[in-house]
Structure formats: structure tokens, C-alpha cells
């Protein structure tokens, strides 16, 4: 039985500032937490109720701040042997500028763009009933949906620095007409029920930013080029594909596409490449309506023979060399992580330490090395550094020394894939410390991570990308409803939960 | 033992393809012979989901990748019993291969 790594965590008496083993975001099934992880976990526990006794304050104010995230930091360094992360002891008693009420965005170093996030119906939720939930300006529905969204809301941007949000998509089709020939609207347009379908993005983010008073949220599409599709002739329905990308594009006015090209939402039988004949045609009618971003899901795969192979990123190639006009973000950078590998997931991800190469990650690199005159292509490092971070923190240097080395500071964008992960917090203080060892920058050409790089890659790459003036919105968030929300958040004792919704072994 | 090369999924579909049923014919085909030997149709769902492990507090089964919807206990019920009538078909002919 596979529970939520948050209801794991509590009926263990586990009260962590960093998750303590890779949490599913249901793309692999669990995997067992490590003797590693453990200690870590035991070394956490240990620190961080002594500390918070020391400083007199409650175990869970501290494990909340991010004195008791940089604890958790301490502890993996030490039991990993390495200073991945560059983390003073003194941090543990004091906070630095980077504690989340200085933050978000307008006063912190770093402008924060989230370019993976998804919220879902399904993430129980403790956060509506809590005191500090009660009266602060939330004008959403009382539904399991804006319950959901509340939750998404406060763990963004309440208990983390992310400025802004890309509510990222899961694949799924929207119903475009009902029996009578009517064209269906909202929630109708997906009667059998959808996690985050391209209606409820939209909506979602015009809800947030029309609360906020300024933009905080963009949304991503959905429509890919197999999800309307004729049975008769065995093709794509392209008026119906029409018909929805001009809703997509002119109605939902969505910031970017999302493909799965694993997935199959109109049962034809077989997902879709990005070099193929429906792809290019659909590359070529987006271009001719002025949407030129493709953000493509890449890795995490399942075993189906008929499907699996389709999330291998080869197919990326010929896409960008033939359409150097659009750019195409890769999430998860690629990374396989099968869905059966359990316990020797290394092995079976062909991890080779020596090179730091492993699967499908080195074919996204093969892709750049080969053909240096691509300029659009980005790895996404949403479940990759965080994912990497916790498994393996040698790993995730080769994983984010090579993005860095092969495509550059400046084409590899920030992404987390919470709520999976909880509140995005814990890796953005990761990542603020985040290094990679001397030795493998001599043995491989690494650049050293300086935060000049962790600007591109926290920011100002995405801004880039979606068309942002990042000095225009650090002069506008300050004022905005969201921020006094935050603050009288805080000011009330509002705390991050440390509550990861991902799936792991029950305890 | 060896576990033959079992190929469910490239069986014709016995109801209306989707993502999530491809998806559960490839699970099956990863699963042991000899687990699968012990499926009992009669058992309840409850010791269903503990006899398989890949469910979910929340009830679904937690088959990766499979993102447009969700597999369900009655799902899987339909599609265990005809990968069991698959393998008793094709087992003797794998076997003698493998």
C-alpha cells in the first residue's frame, strides 16, 4: 500500500524540512527509503529537537524556518561524506536574509518562476481548517477543487520565495461539444472528471492573479496532436484540433503547451512524437496563431512497449532543428527513472559514476553535443534536482554540472513538480546552497554554481522564455494582494507544514 | 526460473483500448507467473489491493504514467482475468521457447 510520504511522516512522529526519500509523483512506483535517507531522517530529528530547545522554540517553528532546513542541509553532507550543500552550522541558529519573510521576490536575491506546478482534487488538504487560514481574503468556491487550489495557494506562495507560477499540465482532452451539438463550457467540457484539464488552468490562474492584483500565475495547454482524432481514417482530426487550439490560444489564452507524448487522453491506441508528420503539422498551425513554446514531458516512463519508448527525448532533435523559431522546454531534463527499478535504480538507469551519464538524460546531452548550433532547447529540472538532491547528491551534481556545461547557465529553467514535493521551499534553499565538489568540476569541466547561474536558472531563464520584464513585476509584487496576504500570514504564526503529497511505502 | 516473454499487451484488446488499459497489460506483464498463480477472483477488495501492493491510500492503483485516468479495483478485476485466460492459452508455447 502506497500512502502519501506526509501521513507516512506523521505516524512516524517524522517532522522533516526536506523530504527523506524520493517521493512518487505517481511517473514511478516508490521506492524504499535508503539507510542513507534514514540517517538523515534519525540525524534531522535528532538535530533539530535539540536545537529548537536550545533557542527555545517549538519543534515545529523550527523545523518550519529555514534555521531548520539548513539542519537538514547539515545532515546530508554529513551523512553523504561532501558539501553539497554550502551550509554554515551558525545557520542553523540563525537565519539569513533568505528566510521566507524577506522574501518572495521582491526583496529576496533570487526572482523565483516555478515552470512546474500542478495542484490536484486528490492532495488532501489540512490547510482550510487551520487558525491561520481563517479570514485572509481568500475569494475562492468551498469545493474540493479551490480546496485543493487554497492549499497549492499557501504552499507556493505563503510557505515559499516563488514569485511566480506556471500551472504546468496533465495530460487530458477536453469534450468540445454536447449530444445536442452545443458547445460545452468549463467543467462540462470534461464530464468524466480531469486532475488539471486546460479550462481549470486558465481559470485557476486568472483566479490567482485577479486575487493577487498582478501576475503571479501563467498556464500551460494541454492539446497535443493526438487528442482529437478520427476513428474512421485512422488520423488526426484537424478541424477539431483546430477548433481547440484557437479556444486554447484565444479563450484560455494559455502561456505555453504541454505534451505527453506517452499518453494517449483520445484512445487511439498510440501517443506521438515531436518529429512526426502530426506533430510538425501542429508545430505549423501554432506558429501561424503566434504560440511558438512547447514544454515537453521527458523520462519518467512506463514499461508498455507501445507507449513507453515515446517519452524518450530523441525525438527533441529533429523538432528543433526543423522549427528553430520555437522553443522547446524539456521537463524533467529527461531523467528515465523507470517505473519498476525499486532498490538498484542506478543500475537500471545505467548511472555510470565515472562519466555521470545516465539515462535518458545523456541522450538530451548526445542531442546538444551533436548538433552545438541548437539554441531551443532548455532542460527543466522539475523531479530531477529535487528528486536527485534526495537520492543521490553526488548524482544530482553530474545531473545539473552536464545541463549547465552542455546547454548553458542560460537555457536550463527552474521547475519543482509540487505540490508532489510539498512546498516548493525546501528546494529552493537546496538549491540557493547547492555546489558542485572540486574534483568533478577538474575531472569534468564543471562550472562551479555561482549565483549569477542560480538567477538564469530560478528566473530569469523562464522569464525569458514566457515574456517577462522581471524588473517590471519586482516593482509590482511588493504591493500586491498576495504579499499583504503572506504577510498577515506570517504575522499570525502561519508556518510551512513540511507536508510531502507524494506516494511512498507505507510506514 | 525465467519468466517467459509475456506479451499481453500486444493481445487485441478485449474492450475499447485505452492509455490506462495498455498500460495494465504491460503491468501484468511484468508480474511473475507464480504470483500470478495465487490471484484468487473471489478475494475481497481490500485483500486485492494488499495482495498486489501498488494501491493507494486513496484506493486507485498507483500505475505510473498512466495520467488520464485512474485504474480502480473493478478495472483491474477485468483485466487480471483475461491476462489469466492469456497466459493459460500462450504458457505451454513460452515455456517450451523460453
Sequence with gaps: MWVRKGE???????????????????????????????QVEDLIMEWGTARAKKLNMSRRAYMASSMGLCTALLASNCVYGQDTFEVGEDEAFEPRETEVVKANGQK????????????????ALNFRNSETARNMGFSLKDDV???????????????SETAMVVISGVPGKEEQRGADGRVLEGAERTPRGAILPSWLMAQSRNELNAMAGSQRAMCQGNLAPNHYWNATTNSIDKAATIEQMERELNQYKINSWKWYCHTDPARTGNGFQ???????????????????LISVHKGYSYQSRTLGHLANPKDIEKAALRNPDFNFVVYHSALKHGATDGANWKEMNEYNPETGDFLWHKILM???????????VYPEIGSFFNTLAIQDPVMCEHGMGLNIKTYGADHVVWGTDCLWWGSPQWGIEAFKRFQIR?????????AKITDDVRAKIFGLNAAKLYGIDVNAQRNALPADALTRVKQAYLDRGGLRDNDYHGWVQHA | MTEPNWNFEGEPPFEPRTEAGINLCAYFDGMPDAKLKTFDPVMSDEDLMRWDGNFKSDGDMLLPCTESEEVDVDM???YIAQCIRYRDRVRGMLMAGA
Design chain 2, 76 to 78: 483491474y478485476r477485468r
Design chain 1, 366 to 376: 548526445d542531442i546538444k553535443r551533436n548538433n552545438p548550433q541548437i539554441n531551443n
Design chain 1, 438 to 446: 572540486d574534483e568533478l568540476c577538474e575531472k569534468h569541466g564543471y
Design chain 1, 145 to 159: 477543487e479551490s480546496y485543493s487550489f487554497r492549499t497549492f495557494t499557501k504552499e507556493m506562495f505563503l510557505d
Design chain 1, 8 to 38: 507516512r511522516d506523521r505516524a512516524l512522529g517524522v517532522d522533516s524540512p526536506i523530504p527523506t526519500q524520493v517521493v512518487s509523483n505517481e511517473e514511478f512506483i516508490p521506492r524504499p527509503q535508503t539507510k542513507k535517507q534514514k
Design chain 1, 108 to 123: 529576496g536575491k533570487f526572482f523565483i518562476i516555478d515552470v512546474q506546478a500542478h495542484y490536484s482534487n486528490g492532495i
Design chain 1, 274 to 292: 515531436l518529429d512526426d508528420d502530426n506533430a510538425q503539422w501542429f508545430i505549423e498551425e501554432s506558429r501561424k496563431r503566434g504560440m511558438k
